[in-house]
């Protein structure tokens, strides 16, 4: 299955049957740390789990936790199937397969952990502060995909507290749940630019059904692509929560779960050189928004910007798909990249 056109001696799909079938940050960074060993290079880790080899100034990591826990792949003729197949075990395996090669050229290339859910980019963040790149490459997505700006987002938990008691015995009691449903009508009602969202992505509550809930609570995830309209968002949503507690007197308590900056600090020379490596690979590159590892590089103020390296769909499902054959294509499409990155010299701008 080897791509004749790949120069590596690793063969990403081979490595995808690997690490995707494998489950947790600890075991798959002990994957990585044991790839990297056999290429000749020296992995790191750091207490929190990544893994990286190398030292130069040029940074691309690939997140290696997972939303969903991988599990046994179902394999077809063109296509596999299984959570977290892509997202993103299919970046690992590709940027596993280039280590050796991307290192000889004086780059350093990790693994990250805490790019999904509430990790807020603990791992990537991390990474910059402790190697201080100068620039920053994300691997991960689905080709043809170039994510050049990162879209803020803002996350919060809010509970809804009230006393409690029994469904017919404290019937005068107020309950939380009316200002749980008053909120949530209100917030999806908000007008709202078309390049932000509003997702409400956990609900709970209760304890019995015949019990008055003592608390009721949710999470919510804000993404805009301007800081100061992402601002405005949070600041009608907390108001719209706090109002909801204060009409049914029940007693609110919020929590920021995680924030990731909005803005764009690709350079010309990152965005020329995706556009000729996507040609040079058969491919159009989509230049796009969104929250990738390389939001931690913006938030420093450094160069940043993610490459996506195979095709599929599906993500963060138990149904995610990717075509195997489609990580050659992407292997070639970040090797041009990098190459050409490289040969326009590093930029100017200092990590801040």
């Known amino acids: 299955m080897t791509d004749p056109a790949t120069k590596t001696t690793l063969d990403p799909v081979m490595l995808l049957a690997e690490i995707a079938e494998i489950a947790g940050d600890g075991a798959r960074g002990a994957w990585v740390g044991q790839q990297l060993q056999a290429q000749g290079l020296q992995p790191h880790t750091d207490e929190l789990g990544n893994v990286w080899a190398g030292s130069g100034p040029t940074l691309l990591v690939a997140h290696i936790d997972t939303v969903l826990v991988p599990a046994p792949l179902q394999r077809e003729k063109n296509r596999w199937c299984g959570p977290a197949v892509g997202d993103n075990s299919s970046g690992v395996a590709v940027l596993v397969a280039l280590a050796s090669e991307l290192v000889a050229q004086g780059c350093t290339v990790a693994f990250s952990v805490g790019e999904e859910g509430l990790g807020n980019l603990r791992g990537a963040r991390h990474l910059v502060q402790h190697l201080q790149p100068r620039q920053m490459v994300a691997v ?43 909120a949530l009508a209100q917030m999806y009602a908000l007008e709202r630019p078309g390049d932000t969202s509003l997702n409400v992505g956990r609900l709970w509550g209760g304890e019995a ?21 992402l601002g405005r968002l949070t600041l009608q949503t907390r108001e719209i929560l706090m109002e909801a507690a204060r009409r049914f007197n029940i007693r609110l308590e919020m929590e920021v779960l995680g924030e990731r900056p909005a803005g764009m600090t690709a350079t010309q020379a990152m965005l020329e050189a995706a556009r000729q490596a996507f040609v040079e690979a058969g491919l159009e590159a989509q230049f796009t928004a969104g929250s990738t590892d390389a939001s931690a590089g913006v938030e420093a103020g450094i160069p940043a910007i993610t490459l996506s390296v195979y095709r599929g769909g599906g993500a963060h499902t138990p149904e995610e798909w990717v075509v195997p054959e489609s990580l050659y294509q992407g292997t070639r499409a970040l090797r041009g990249f990098v190459e050409r990155l490289m040969a326009s010299g590093l930029p100017d701008i200092a990590p801040t």
Do not use: K
């Open 209 to 229: 059904i015949n019990a008055i809930p003592r608390e009721v609570g949710l999470e919510l995830d804000l993404r805009a692509l301007e800081a100061s309209v």
């Open 140 to 182: 991960d997505g689905y080709l043809p995909g170039v994510v050049s700006r990162s879209a803020g987002s803002h996350r919060m938990r809010a509970r809804f507290v009230g006393p409690g008691g029994h469904a017919w015995g404290d019937r005068e009691a107020p309950s939380p749940v009316p200002a749980l449903g008053q």
